[in-house]
């Protein structure tokens, strides 16, 4: 008689272990097949509330009618973050209605739906986004200096995002010339004007960085003749 392989011999010394330890091994295989399950189970449920989420955000924009207003918009939006909570799609419907509320004038609203998309979502593509919209509703409701505050922020917390960024440097100049401060106005114009030197952004900067300088000139004493 040949002798035994190694796994025939390895086979023969675990079955009487496999046999002593049967049903713990039943009850952890079952264990596993119902967790492999729910696994799939809910990442099924999930990529499909993903999908109909992205349904749902395209049929709003072929179903509402054309002379909607941003009251329609604003509700319509909030739906779809209650029945789509957690997709991207939802996340993306919290900000176009947080704006749709900006343009008709529910700052405050407006404001709290930013300002919670933030607190939910800080790592987001989209937070830079939220982030202005927080400080320009504060700059609507007339809170200057918190609006400076929340501008900054934007300019420090998002430095990856040029046009985030750049649309808080413009605010910025706006509310420093407001302020009077023309010196502070032309700093972020010209900071514009390094970081994007071609296209609109950068017109719109230098067309205002003439006049701010032009005003700083004209504010200066004029020199006395001897």
Not at 24 to 32: D, E, F, H, K, Q
Not at 131 to 139: F, N, R
Request: charged share 15%; hydrophobic share 50%.
């Amino acid at each position: 008689m040949q002798p035994q392989d190694a796994p025939t011999a390895f086979l023969f010394k675990l079955w009487p272990w496999v046999e002593a330890n049967r049903v713990r091994l039943l009850a952890g295989t079952g264990i596993v097949l119902v967790a492999v399950f729910l696994y799939f189970f809910f990442t099924y449920q999930r990529e499909q509330n993903e999908i109909n989420a992205g349904l749902a955000m395209t049929q709003l924009g072929l179903a509402m009618p054309t002379d909607a207003g941003a009251g329609q918009w604003a509700d319509s939006y909030s739906k779809i973050v209650n029945d789509f909570s957690g997709t991207a799609a939802a996340r993306r419907a919290q900000l176009q209605g947080a704006g749709a509320m900006f343009d008709t004038g529910r700052y405050p609203e407006a404001q709290a739906q930013f300002q919670k998309f933030l607190d939910t979502h800080p790592d987001s593509e989209l937070s830079a986004s939220a982030a202005l919209g927080v400080a320009a509703c504060l700059e609507a409701l007339g809170k200057a200096d918190l609006a400076l505050g929340a501008y900054q922020r934007v300019t420090i917390g998002f430095p990856g995002n040029l046009v985030a960024v750049n649309a808080a440097k413009l605010a910025l100049a706006r509310l420093s010339i407001q302020q009077g401060k023309l010196a502070d106005a032309a700093n972020f114009y010209e900071s514009i004007l390094r970081a994007v030197p071609g296209g609109p952004l950068a017109q719109e900067a230098e067309m205002c960085l003439i006049d701010v300088r032009t005003k700083l000139v004209l504010s200066q004493p004029a020199a006395v003749k001897p």
